[in-house]
């Protein structure tokens, strides 16, 4: 069982910056793909950037050249940065972890983040 605990959401008006945190159990972190997904009200959840085991990374275009995620396999740990911030940016922002091998996956609990002024 792995579980994901993800910190640093909170209220920031626009322009303003946050970094989130997600700290993962266990000893299968490394050979993950680790993914940022966000949820607002009423809308589906989507993937806002991963990062694979390799440190190879991707973004949705809403994000590129704002969102930074990086990881630090020491710490269990995956980072998404998050400068410029935009009230469209609000939702709910999730960690997820996906073992590149197999299909193992798993969820942390959300962190909420709000853009507003």
């Known amino acids: 069982q792995v579980q994901l605990v993800e910190s640093g959401g909170g209220l920031v008006q626009p322009g303003g910056s946050l970094r989130l945190s997600c700290a993962a159990s266990?000893?299968?972190?490394?050979?993950?793909?680790m993914n940022w997904y966000r949820q607002a009200p009423g809308k589906q959840r989507e993937l806002v950037s991963k990062?694979?085991?390799?440190?190879?990374?991707n973004y949705a275009d809403s994000v590129k050249g704002r969102f930074t995620i990086s990881r630090d396999n020491a710490k269990n740990t995956v980072y998404l940065q998050m400068n410029s911030l935009k009230p469209e940016d609000t939702a709910v922002y999730y960690c997820?972890?996906?073992?590149?091998?197999?299909?193992?996956?798993?969820w942390g609990q959300g962190t909420q983040v709000t853009v507003s002024s």
């Open positions: 997820n972890l996906q073992m590149e091998v197999g299909v193992f996956t798993s």
């Open positions: 990062i694979t085991a390799a440190g190879s990374t």
């Open positions: 266990g000893s299968i972190f490394r050979f993950s793909t």
